[in-house]
């Protein structure tokens, strides 16, 4: 089945060590997005790829980086993750509006 | 600006009672509208979209959404609410610009009772 997939499911890092988390797409959307969603929150769009045009939201921190080198794959960095960077990050892409969703990575930060 | 409400923040049912969810939105050409059910610690699952054509949409897991352009709303119905129905539902406004933004309302959280 086509499908969004995220790896890890779960991710635990430390204060200020960097992390990446990793989307791939069997889709062949030309969109792809990462979204953090806190506890009892609606997602936050980070940062989105239409093909290889690389668009940022303005309130995005610098401390979020992207990649994305295929139409397959996405990831984001997190530089230097903070205790306030633990949340669910989803992944999604879309070619004619509809976003289909990954399953998340869940980030713990210690 | 373009908004999407979700007026109820938790919703409680019984099983096999009917279900309605509401969302308004506000957004100055047509809509593009959305509904997505999260389940704890999941993704984010497509139940049905609104582009054009016929009002009445039919989803998947038995929901169907009627958009009413005169009051801005995208409400989501079920007849009978299973337990397996008990999640957190979110509305979303596709904008149809270069932004590609989706604007999501705040969810509705569903409890089902048995």
């Known amino acids: 089945d086509a499908m969004v997939i995220q790896n890890p499911r779960y991710q635990v890092t430390q204060f200020g060590k960097p992390v990446t988390l990793s989307c791939s797409q069997t889709l062949n959307h030309n969109v792809m997005y990462w979204y953090q969603q806190k506890s009892s929150q609606a997602p936050k769009l980070l940062f989105h790829?239409?093909?290889?045009?690389?668009?940022n939201e303005a309130d995005t921190p610098d401390n979020f980086q992207s990649r994305r080198p295929n139409t397959s794959f996405c990831f984001l960095d997190i530089r230097s993750p903070g205790l306030g960077d633990a949340a669910m990050y989803l992944c999604?892409?879309?070619?004619?509006?509809?976003?289909?969703f990954g399953p998340g990575t869940r980030l713990l930060v210690l | 600006a373009q908004s999407v409400t979700q007026p109820d923040i938790h919703i409680t049912v019984s099983e096999g009672a009917s279900l309605e969810l509401r969302c308004n939105y506000s957004?100055?050409?047509?809509?593009?509208l959305f509904w997505y059910v999260q389940s704890p610690g999941q993704g984010l699952q497509l139940l049905l979209k609104y582009f054009s054509g016929d009002t009445l949409v039919q989803g998947i897991k038995g929901f169907e959404a009627e958009f009413k352009r005169s009051q801005s709303s995208f409400n989501l119905r079920k007849p009978s609410v299973h337990w397996s129905d008990a999640a957190e539902y979110f509305c979303?406004?596709?904008?149809?610009?270069?932004?590609?933004?989706?604007?999501f309302g705040s969810g509705t959280r569903l409890l089902v009772r048995p």
């Open positions: 979303a406004v596709a904008v149809m610009d270069s932004s590609y933004k989706l604007i």
């Open positions: 957004y100055g050409a047509t809509p593009y």
């Open positions: 999604a892409t879309s070619s004619t509006g509809t976003r289909y």
């Open positions: 790829y239409y093909d290889k045009d690389f668009n």
